[in-house]
């Protein structure tokens, strides 16, 4: 599964996990893995829906497999009424099942038999009936333009929801689906239809081909009016004997915007068959641009959905969503090896799908479109993760399954950007064709079924000829939390020059944590030579303390600690040492020169360097002609501003710094998109725009030319307001200042036209504009957000605006206590994780940390997740609020 970064969303993710409980004819349900003596070995699932209905019905037949006598079997189901359980004996003999509902909340129900059946294979045969769900799980009901649509997410354990079944990823299986929808509807599932029979008045029946084996987790399947387009065919290779069929499922009227999307996926497709030697396994491809959804995408096997703005790509699309609907669609393809042809076999090991998608979603990207960056994308996403994981309630790589929120809150940046830059520093170390062979023969020997950590390890170990000392160093960054940080300083010792490595966890200034940590870390650093060059040297530090010589180093010399930026930790040098690498900043690769920046920004943080000498360490950085590196420093400058900056004349400083060191650029560019721009162009414009358009440094010129767009884009036009007026790339910035600054007259406008507006893109460049709202008006905005107007998946890109200074964050928190119940009842229980950062984050003082503890704490069963976000949210705070207490807003200068 993928999150996207904008607009943020609500996960909808249930979860159930926990020790598996002793089995028994008197035993308690089993509230996390399943007991094993009953598994099944195939399922047949018939449905059938009416999207325009708020019920469906079904029938689950499914092989199971008894390797003990009982009278019963735990299976799980949830809010499903079961009117009917035939069990059916090896002999053909038919008994009378029973199904109960043994844990509710977990969605465990107990099956009895009918009979004590010695081990066999007994044919287990359920027919329910089920609410189409309105949480965005199981299967679901949806609407584009007021009409329904039907669809599932499954993905982690809202499959349950959907049909009764053995929902959990180590029971991969068979499954031969059929649908009976309404005559004029369209449905499809993860594999080609291969027949379609009358059902009676107004009604079809679609039956598809068998699948190969998968977890419930991946079942898929979709019914309305969809429009079916069909792309260009995957050709074959020499690892795929035939082409494949490809296809794009849209909203009706919206699939001829499906054709950039389906344009780029035969690369796509391509390029991972060539790394991994494997073809394309399952039978097609759909891509379904859903009108709702709880996550960026979903990797279901032949069947992937997607959140419907990642896929209806126009000509005029904002430059963002190319590239993201190139990014996503890669990380779920890569899906179709590391997720679905190989499958995790519990949920501490979810990092083998999610970092593997993301960790090859960056490889594809680069080699199909170089001009993306995805290499600085994989820096950047690195460092984003080791911001989570400085906390000491960081969760591992690996985190033990130990209550319901384990499941949900696994889906983060630990998991994805962490578990890919660990991939990614390992296969640096053995080199990358030697990684590549060891993955090949993964997928090789695990295909179809499930795999483990230390699989995996052992796979990448045998191909590069590793032992022990690296299978330890692996698993030292998957099994336990934190950031290395690697202190080094050169010395001059017998003639030579050695830098002296220690290592220990990195914790911010403030934090509880214990630093004594150690980890096996592939350290590489680049160094000065004589004659003006730079040389890359070396070593595992598996120790507390280490050195290493640098041979030819120029005296004196310059370090930089991560070279080409591939490892996952943060570095320290002396004052000596930073300064003489500052000098040649400028000539290190665009990956280091983001290392550094990052290394300054965790010496601030640290309490090591103050915040005159960080931006002074950042400002060269501001020239790069690379987008990523140039906008490096404006995470930490914002910070500055808002909270150490204590006088208007010190602000006016730090402004003055900004606008000297970005406007210039924004300038050149331009504030409309030019025809034949590079997407880099427009994704620089756009990052300069939002920067000096915000409340930090509020530049007067820019606010003043989005001001224009927007209220050009708020007159109305043939009944509808003149969205197109605005450069497209910039609306939803220019709908934010102009909230700011006309007030009421722009939140009404646009809650008028959202409910008119079915473009996702236009309706979430409205939403940004919604989510800026001050006052009366946010919580007159945040009220929308919880009304139909807005669909579930949209609600949070409101809820989590107009939080930038404490009096905006006490409205906020008013609003969300009174409303609480209200935004439960929307989300469900499963959104329970993302619930205290909703409500507190960006947060920076005791008080409330305080306040949230308090509201929280008293909650935390009723909703799954939210321990560890309220932990989460709470020590981020706190930690925010120690930084800002140890600034001395003198060193400003």
Known sequence: ??????????????????????????????????????????????????????????????????????????????????????????????????????AEKEGVARVDLGAKLEPQEISLAIEFTAPLNKQLQGLYKVSHEGVPYAMTQMEPVSARYAFPGFDEPSFKTPYDISLTIPADDVGVANTKQIKEEKAGEGWKTLTFSTTKPLPTYLVAFAVGPWDVVKGPDIAPTAFRASSTELRGIAAKGEGHRMKHVLGETQSIIHTLEDYYGFGYPFDKLDLLAAPDFSAGAMENAGLVTFRDWLLLIDPDSPAQYV?????????????????????????????????????MQ?????????????????????????????????????????????????FDGITYQKGAAVLGMFEGYVTDP??????????????????????????????????????????????????????????????????????SRYLPLGSTGDANRVWGVPLCVRYGTTGGGNKVACELLDKATGTIALEGASSPTWVLPNANGRGYYRFAQSKKDLASLSKVVGTLTDAEQLAYADAVRAGFQHGDIDAGDALAALKPLTASKTREVSTAPMALLGWIVSHEAVTDVQRAHLRAWAKDAYYPKLQTLGFRKKAGEQDNDTLTRSALVDFLSGSEIAVPEVRAELLKQGDAALKVKDGHLDLDAADPDLLGLALEVTVQERGKPAVDALIAEIPKTSDPAKRNAMLQGLSAARGPLADQARDFALGKDVK???????????????????????????NYDKVVARTGSFAGGQLPGL???????????????????????????????????????????????????????
């Open 1 to 102: 599964m993928r999150r996207f970064v904008r607009p943020l969303v609500l996960t909808a993710l249930a979860a159930c996990c926990g020790a598996a409980l002793a089995a028994g004819t008197d035993a308690a349900a089993p509230l996390g893995h399943l007991p094993g003596w009953a598994t099944p070995e195939a399922y047949r699932l018939s449905f059938k829906v009416d999207p325009k209905q708020e019920t469906y019905s079904g029938s689950t037949t499914i092989k199971v497999k008894l390797s003990q006598a009982s009278d019963f079997v735990w299976l799980h189901g949830h809010d499903l009424k079961v009117s009917k359980v035939t069990v059916t004996d090896a002999a053909g003999k038919k008994h009378v099942g029973k199904y109960t509902v043994a």
């Open 323 to 359: 590239r993201g609907s190139f990014n996503v669609n890669a990380h779920e393809l890569a899906h179709q090896w590391t997720g679905d042809t190989v499958t995790m076999a519990w949920w501490d090991d979810l990092w083998l799908n999610e970092a593997f998608a993301t960790w």
């Open 362 to 410: 960056q490889k594809i990207t680069t080699k199909v479109h170089p001009e993306y960056r995805a290499d600085l994308d994989r820096v950047r996403g690195a460092q984003g993760a080791m911001s989570n994981d400085s906390l000491v309630s960081a969760r591992k790589i690996r985190q033990p399954i130990t209550g319901n929120g384990d499941i949900e809150t696994a």
């Open 434 to 503: 030697v990684f590549q062979k060891g993955m090949r023969a993964y997928i090789e020997k695990h295909k179809f079924g499930n795999a483990s950590a230390d699989d995996l390890i052992d796979s990448i170990a045998e191909a590069s000829g590793q032992g022990a000392p690296f299978k330890d160093a692996f698993r030292s960054f998957l099994n336990q939390s934190g950031v290395p940080y690697v202190a080094t300083e050169v010395k001059q010792e017998g003639g030579k020059t050695v830098l002296h490595l220690t290592q």
């Open 792 to 818: 579930v998946g949209e609600m949070a890109a409101i809820l989590r605006g107009a939080r930038d200074t404490e009096a905006s964050r006490d409205g906020l928190w008013k609003w969300f206590v009174t």
């Open 839 to 893: 409500a507190g984050g960006g947060g920076c003082s005791k008080v409330e940390a305080d306040r949230l503890t308090a509201f929280f704490q008293p909650r935390l069963k009723e909703v799954t997740g939210a321990e560890r976000g309220l932990a989460q949210t709470t020590e981020s705070t706190l930690l925010c609020a120690a930084l800002k207490e140890k600034q001395d807003p003198k060193s400003i200068r």
